[in-house]
């Protein structure tokens, strides 16, 4: 947590050193916030059609290597850091760090691949590929065991993460878009978990919940921090992110044509799409084929949802702590102290960063916009890097064995494609009510 | 012969191995299979569709989008937000 808040304290403050001395509130200017100095020592590999060498260039030709091994860099600092504040030795996280780091730019090259990427296949997929490849072949060598603290990398990845899940974006599409993401998603998460809890009687209650966040919020990012919330197994997550990348990919596809096919209004279809879709990205692919209008108001829906998570994640981590965990344990203590007690405090960490940030995004147009420098810049790729590395140890560290007998009996499947499909009907019945005839003008 | 056959289907138990093998298995299909892939019309259009809009699909969070979703008076014309 402390770490997570310094990274975002530094990034604001070195976006803030370098704003810019004229037209600093123009958005039309600063597309994407302030220019932030950090952006430079951060970055990914970029798309590749050919050859993984490609990818080390961005779209203007200029190279990214340099910024993609000072990236690799953040990762290891980051990591002895958490080393020195566990009391650990930095000395011996400091090979398997390196190697972590090293498989997480492999885990990016694989994601970025052209085919890969316009698929929406997203890089937590190739990590925990990459994980398990590494952790089923050679194993958890001696030396890396120090390095495999995922549920570290995880956490502080979500930590900056709330950084960028801004409240303030909520009111972005107005009442319909609030209306669309406020009733439906809770309604479909809580309709769906029961229905594993009570009716398809799935034992693990994080699976449920792990599943119905990512199914009914958006994806991944949901269900990683649903997962840290409710602390589901680590091959829940996984099971819950293969799941939701299956269904994504089919969804990008099939929806955009059905509503071509039966002639939906534009701006329906796109609330639709941004309202039953899991991922951001396929969101916005999917939306393409509906043109301007739908395509943006599709973006906007989902970006709505993408806000909820840090009050999903908080609500989720109250109800364990206080509901879940509690009746598993004596009960003669108060509810309050319990909740605290078993709280965990890296949410209050994600929380708290994102009501900061989004606190001050909602200052004026400078704020916004050395908000969205700052994150865009730095935290946002940094989160990346953390999440991709957590993954990988999360991939070495996974056995599939422990959760086999309940995937064999294919209740998370059903949950997922029932709880999709309610999705798809009150999210069609939300828009169709809300961006096709109540505010329409 | 049954000697060296044995010793093969040990060799490729061998965890070293299995990892040459998956490293192998992943070169293959990110460098040949793939590659090949994108030239079959429907992915390539998809492909060409993404590029054009200047789409990034694999964005997990609305900040990895190329463009941010900010609402635009075209949405405004259609909708109203607040009455």
Known sequence: MLIGGLLIFLSLCVTFSARPTEDAGNRKKFEKGWPNPLAKTIDKPQTWKELP???????KGKSVALPILLGMGWVVLVGCFGALLMGRNVFAFLPGGILLALLGCLAYFLASQRVINDLNLEYPLWALLVGLIIGNTVGEMNWLKPALVGEYFIKTGLVVFGAEVLFSRLLELGLPGLLTSWVVTPVVLITSYCFGVYFLKISSKSLCMVVSADMSVCGVSAAIATAAACKAKKEELSLAIGLSLFFTVIMMVAMPWFIQQVGMDPIVGGAWLGGTIDATGAVVAAGEALGKQGGEVAATVKMIQ?????????????????????????QNISLGYEVWRRFPKFII?????????????????????WVDGATLGFTSRLRGWLFCVGFICMGIQTNFRELAPIFSSGRPLILYVVGQILNLILSLAMAALTFGWLFRK | MKYAKSSIIALAFQ???????????????????????????????HIDLMSQGNVNPAAMYYTELEKLPLRTPAVEQALVLWP
């Open chain 1, 53 to 59: 060498t490609e990818g080390l260039k961005d779209k």
């Open chain 1, 306 to 330: 993408n806000s909820m998570i840090g009050l999903i994640a908080f609500a989720v981590a109250v109800y364990w702590a206080g509901w879940i965990d509690r009746s598993e344990s004596k």
């Open chain 1, 349 to 369: 960490g994600f929380f708290s960063a994102s009501l900061v940030c989004s606190l001050l995004f909602t200052q004026g147009a400078e704020h916004s916009l």
């Open chain 2, 15 to 45: 965890p070293m191995t299995k990892l040459l093998l998956w490293s192998l298995a992943l070169c293959i299909i990110w460098l040949i299979i793939l590659p090949q892939a994108q030239r079959l019309t429907f992915i390539a259009r």
